[in-house]
């Protein structure tokens, strides 16, 4: 899609399929070393996160990968002693933590009307 002025980017419209959001997921935590989750778990991520574009997904993990510091925080832990290995991985239920912080980008409306705005106008 060409980029004009305020035009949204093709990533911002358009939301992933289940299975890249997925890929998104698990590449991004493989990166840190943070990825254990079964492929059960994934399937609960991608299905929760229906309408979630590819920025969305990022942000989402980057939310959901602060679990485990957040949660040795509030168990009196300094911080700066930290050490990776000192991190559990993350977690289903921290991704179920973070879909309360970090939302779509945009609506299922919005949505439908960037999908028609697109196929009227679009490259």
Known sequence: MKQHGGDLPKDFIFPYHPQARAWIARSL???DGLFNLSNEEMDVICNLTDGYSGSDMKNL????????????IRQGVNIVELKKEDMRPVTLQDFKDSLHEVRPSVSPDE????EQWNKKFGS
């Open 111 to 114: 949505l439908g009307t960037y």
């Open 29 to 31: 935590l493989e990166k």
């Open 61 to 72: 993990v980057k939310d959901a990968s602060m679990g485990p510091l957040r949660e040795k």
